[in-house]
T-cell receptor, first 109, second 116 residues
Framework: GEDVEQSLFLSVREGDSSVINCTYTDSSSTYLYWYKQEPGAGLQLLTYIFSNMDMKQDQRLTVLLNKKDKHLSLRIADTQTGDSAIYFCAEGSSYKLIFGSGTRLLVRP | GAVVSQHPSWVICKSGTSVKIECRSLDFQATTMFWYRQFPKQSLMLMATSNEGSKATYEQGVEKDKFLINHASLTLSTLTVTSAHPEDSSFYIC????????????FGPGTRLTVT
């Protein structure tokens, strides 16, 4: 079945890089996504990657996709306190998204 | 663009009553809307998918008679929690997609339901 797994918690110092990891199981997924959720709020799409890509960079964000291992990562460069939030990876096709459990990122000053 | 609103943002109701949550796409027409449920510190679980003018498709384990979904127009979907119980307390989030096959879903801010 479909399953997406993430580590639950990550703590980094302000200015360092953060790397959040995710594994998924559905090899037929067309897209893979990273969403950010701040307390009490909905989800904000940060970035996405097509399943036929290996890497995507968007300003401070770098997404790496290892299709063989079904592993997705999100790197945030120069992490700021405003980046503290829960980050969800999701796999999806055109009609459905399956979310991971979320990684809570804490940025220490 | 691509803004989705939900109303109310939070609601408290008594056990046994029904509560309706609205999801609106403000600046686009949503061919498909999705309803998710999120328990504290947990992930989003898809409850159902609704296409305008047709019946919603519910995920396995979701009671369609308890969670009534109506998608009567291209900008509005409603979720009614009928005969609510404390275990229905949760954060309900909707999302919308403007065209079939679009990779992106636009999420609403969520509605926190507390059943006392």
């Amino acid at each position: 079945g479909e399953d997406v797994e993430q580590s639950l918690f990550l703590s980094v110092r302000e200015g360092d890089s953060s790397v959040i990891n995710c594994t998924y199981t559905d090899s037929s997924s067309t897209y893979l996504y990273w969403y950010k959720q701040e307390p009490g709020a909905g989800l904000q799409l940060l970035t996405y990657i097509f399943s036929n890509m290996d890497m995507k960079q968007d300003q401070r964000l770098t997404v790496l996709l290892n299709k063989k291992d079904k592993h997705l990562s999100l790197r945030i460069a120069d992490t700021q306190t405003g980046d503290s939030a829960i980050y969800f990876c999701a796999e999806g096709s055109s009609y459905k998204l399956i979310f991971g459990s979320g990684t809570r990122l804490l940025v220490r000053p | 663009g691509a803004v989705v609103s939900q109303h109310p943002s939070w609601v408290i109701c008594k056990s046994g009553t029904s509560v309706k949550i609205e999801c609106r796409s403000l600046d686009f027409q949503a061919t498909t809307m999705f309803w998710y449920r999120q328990f504290p510190k947990q992930s989003l679980m898809l409850m159902a998918t609704s296409n305008e003018g047709s019946k919603a498709t519910y995920e396995q384990g979701v009671e369609k008679d308890k969670f009534l979904i109506n998608h009567a127009s291209l900008t509005l979907s409603t979720l009614t929690v009928t005969s609510a119980h404390p275990e229905d307390s949760s954060f309900y989030i909707c999302s919308a997609r403007d065209t079939p096959g679009n990779y992106e879903q636009y999420f609403g801010p969520g509605t926190r339901l507390t059943v006392t």
